[in-house]
């Protein structure tokens, strides 16, 4: 087995083999797959005695899967009584699965419950499809961070059909980022160099197949999924920044046009007066300021931001949730510091203020257009719900 493919183990006990699997590596053999699958590491690694144990030797101790290029936790179990006990949860849905994607757009709620059947596509056999002939299929959903043109989102599956949250989040809109199969755009590879969808089994609970105890695993990270929160995280900088500073011109130009004005009342005879002078130009001062005021803000915004993401990354290992709590406040004062730049001439302000309720007005409007799609696209899966026959 490649280097790169290898699963990181996360724990193991006699009963209990819990890894982080890579994208790549497929979970179990089939006639269509070539090269070595995540059931030949497991042999190797327990070795023939412990292998021997279960009579299904293309499935071993493993009670769950992954797809191919989805990243994560997976739990192993050595003995075929682990199997057993843990298979049992499974099967009962007393396991809670704790994902998190990047998908496309930004859901219109914060919060969801996806609840739609799912099939065997009818139109292409490989994949799988919101039907109403399918099995009642459940997830809920949760938005972590929304960027430019992507959502930071955390998923908590109910139930566990093959490819369920990608069909999921297809369904409503918003597919995986790099999901080409379900529906992603082709210019997350080429503008980000992302090469899969971008889903990861972040962590499993239950209760310890052996002992009865509560347990859980997470899984950190992988490293094209941390590049791509940076990406996005740049990219959304770079249009605040950008909002900010068009917003800053929209209210320099009425400056210009007075001092233009000015110009022409003297060609025409009149004697420029020293007061107009000095007030447009502590106004282009003042816009000034405003401009180096923002930019040093969205630089703070930035700095806090890489923070709170270090810190997050080290939470299993430094117990850092206050600390997280803190520099999120943090982050809050910052953004808060727009409202209160000084030095700005009441004019300029009133300007910038009335150019924010437009910019708000366009986004309630766009809201609103996104909650009849949502509205329609749930009306359409709750009916489908409805319609499917109790597997």
Same mark, same amino acid.
């Given at each position: 087995m490649?280097?790169?493919l290898k699963?990181?183990?996360?724990?193991?006990?006699?009963?209990?083999?819990v890894?982080?699997?890579?994208?790549g590596l497929?979970?179990?053999?089939?006639?269509?797959?070539?090269?070595?699958?995540?059931?030949?590491?497991?042999?190797?690694?327990?070795?023939?005695?412990?292998s021997a144990?279960?009579?299904?030797m293309?499935?071993?101790?493993?009670v769950h899967?992954?797809?191919?290029?989805?990243t994560?936790v997976?739990?192993?179990?050595?003995?075929?009584?682990?199997?057993?006990?843990l298979?049992k949860?499974f099967?009962?849905r007393?396991?809670?699965?704790?994902?998190?994607?990047?998908?496309?757009?930004?859901?219109p709620?914060?919060t969801?419950?996806?609840?739609?059947?799912?099939?065997?596509?009818?139109?292409v056999?490989?994949?799988?499809?919101?039907?109403?002939?399918?099995?009642?299929?459940e997830?809920s959903?949760e938005i972590?961070?929304?960027?430019k043109?992507?959502?930071?989102?955390?998923?908590y599956p109910?139930?566990?059909?093959t490819h369920?949250?990608?069909?999921?989040?297809a369904?409503i809109?918003?597919?995986?980022?790099g999901?080409?199969?379900y529906?992603?755009?082709s210019?997350?590879?080429k503008?980000?160099?992302?090469?899969?969808?971008l889903?990861?089994?972040?962590?499993?609970?239950?209760a310890?197949?052996?002992?009865?105890?509560?347990?859980?695993?997470?899984a950190?990270?992988?490293a094209?999924?941390k590049?791509?929160l940076?990406?996005f995280?740049?990219s959304?900088?770079a249009l605040?920044?950008m909002?900010v500073?068009a917003?800053?011109?929209?209210?320099?130009?009425p400056?210009?046009?007075?001092? =233009?004005?000015s /110009? &022409?009342s003297? @060609? #025409?005879g $009149?004697?420029? =007066?020293s007061? /107009? &002078?000095?007030? @447009? #130009?502590? $106004?282009?001062?003042?816009?000034? /300021?405003l401009?180096?005021?923002?930019?040093?803000?969205?630089?703070e915004? /930035?700095?806090?931001?890489?923070?709170v993401t270090?810190?997050q990354m080290?939470l299993?290992?430094?117990g850092?949730s206050?600390?997280?709590k803190?520099l999120?406040?943090?982050l809050?004062?910052?953004?808060?510091?727009?409202?209160?730049?000084?030095?700005?001439?009441?004019?300029t302000?009133t300007?910038?203020l009335?150019?924010?309720?437009?910019?708000?007005?366009?986004?309630?409007?766009l809201?609103?257009l996104?909650d009849?799609?949502?509205?329609?696209?749930?009306?359409l899966?709750?009916?489908r719900?409805e319609?499917?026959p109790?597997?």
């Amino acid at each position: 087995m490649m280097p790169s493919l290898k699963p990181e183990v996360l724990f193991e006990d006699k009963a209990l083999l819990v890894i982080n699997k890579p994208a790549g590596l497929v979970v179990h053999p089939a006639p269509s797959v070539k090269g070595l699958t995540l059931i030949d590491w497991i042999k190797e690694y327990l070795g023939p005695a412990a292998s021997a144990d279960f009579e299904e030797m293309n499935r071993l101790g493993l009670v769950h899967r992954l797809d191919k290029d989805t990243t994560g936790v997976i739990v192993v179990t050595k003995s075929a009584a682990a199997k057993t006990a843990l298979g049992k949860q499974f099967h009962d849905r007393e396991t809670k699965k704790q994902y998190v994607a990047f998908v496309q757009g930004v859901p219109p709620k914060r919060t969801g419950i996806i609840s739609a059947p799912i099939g065997r596509s009818k139109k292409v056999a490989t994949r799988m499809a919101v039907t109403g002939t399918g099995r009642p299929s459940e997830t809920s959903f949760e938005i972590t961070e929304a960027m430019k043109e992507v959502a930071l989102v955390t998923l908590y599956p109910k139930t566990g059909r093959t490819h369920q949250l990608r069909v999921h989040l297809a369904a409503i809109g918003h597919p995986i980022v790099g999901d080409w199969t379900y529906g992603a755009h082709s210019k997350w590879q080429k503008q980000y160099g992302i090469e899969r969808p971008l889903l990861h089994a972040e962590s499993i609970a239950f209760a310890h197949p052996m002992t009865g105890k509560a347990v859980s695993f997470k899984a950190p990270w992988p490293a094209d999924m941390k590049k791509a929160l940076t990406l996005f995280r740049k990219s959304f900088k770079a249009l605040l920044l950008m909002v900010v500073l068009a917003g800053v011109a929209g209210a320099e130009t009425p400056k210009k046009k007075s001092s =233009s004005s000015s /110009s &022409s009342s003297s @060609s #025409s005879g $009149s004697k420029p =007066s020293s007061t /107009s &002078s000095d007030t @447009s #130009s502590r $106004s282009r001062r003042e816009v000034a /300021s405003l401009k180096e005021q923002f930019r040093t803000l969205i630089e703070e915004v /930035s700095a806090v931001q890489d923070r709170v993401t270090s810190i997050q990354m080290e939470l299993d290992e430094m117990g850092g949730s206050r600390r997280v709590k803190d520099l999120e406040k943090a982050l809050s004062d910052l953004n808060g510091k727009s409202a209160n730049t000084s030095m700005v001439s009441e004019e300029t302000k009133t300007q910038v203020l009335d150019m924010g309720r437009k910019l708000k007005a366009q986004q309630e409007m766009l809201e609103q257009l996104r909650d009849q799609v949502d509205r329609l696209q749930q009306e359409l899966i709750q009916t489908r719900t409805e319609k499917s026959p109790t597997p």
